[in-house]
């Protein structure tokens, strides 16, 4: 009864997690071509503030996929510490058999491949997007604040 629940529970964490990582990523991806669209024209000052909130969002995205990035790793570093904690538990208490020992060594082994590996690079991706201190704010130029209206030469 235990194996169908455990199945179920990192299905349910592999769908949550991978949808989440691919969301992000298609949002960021949303951003930047509107990013594109709006450096690639004059600008008014509507177009400008607009410019800076979406280079805000994707800078909280990479912030948000930052903080997530490392809850990843504490949880992989649990799992391989669970198993060296149960070798030595069982070298010392004799807990298992050779054989349970050895499926629930598989077992940590698959979470940590399966899910930590893939996410963290997935998040890594997603945290290294450039948001307005990348070469965005480089490639525009305003000289002077503007009125509601004006364009800008980019």
């Given at each position: 009864m235990?194996?169908?629940?455990l199945?179920i529970?990192?299905s349910?964490?592999?769908?949550?997690?991978?949808?989440?990582i691919?969301?992000?990523?298609?949002?960021?991806?949303?951003?930047?071509?509107?990013i594109?669209?709006l450096?690639?024209?004059?600008?008014?000052?509507?177009?400008?503030?607009?410019?800076?909130?979406?280079q805000?969002?994707?800078?909280?995205n990479?912030?948000r996929?930052?903080?997530?990035k490392r809850?990843?790793?504490?949880?992989?570093?649990?799992?391989?510490?669970?198993v060296?904690?149960?070798?030595?538990l069982n070298?010392?208490?004799?807990?298992?058999t050779?054989d349970g020992?050895?499926?629930?060594?598989?077992?940590?082994?698959?979470i940590?491949i399966?899910f930590?590996?893939?996410?963290y690079?997935?998040?890594?991706?997603?945290s290294?997007t450039?948001?307005?201190?990348?070469?965005?704010?480089?490639?525009l130029r305003?000289?002077e604040?503007?009125k509601?209206?004006e364009?800008v030469?980019?």
């Open positions: 235990v194996v169908p629940i199945l529970l990192m349910l964490l592999f769908v949550i997690m991978w949808s989440w691919i969301s992000i990523f298609v949002q960021n991806v949303k951003l930047k071509n509107r594109e669209e450096i690639n024209q004059p600008l008014t000052m509507e177009q400008k503030e607009e410019l800076d909130n979406l805000l969002d994707l800078d909280t990479a912030y996929a930052r903080n997530a809850v990843v790793l504490i949880f992989g570093f649990i799992y391989v510490a669970t060296f904690l149960l070798v030595w070298s010392r208490y004799g807990l298992f050779y020992l050895l499926s629930n060594m598989k077992l940590t082994m698959m940590v399966l930590f590996t893939p996410g690079i997935g998040l890594e991706v997603i290294n450039e948001g307005a201190s990348g070469d965005i704010a480089q490639r305003f000289s604040e503007l509601p209206g364009e030469e980019v």
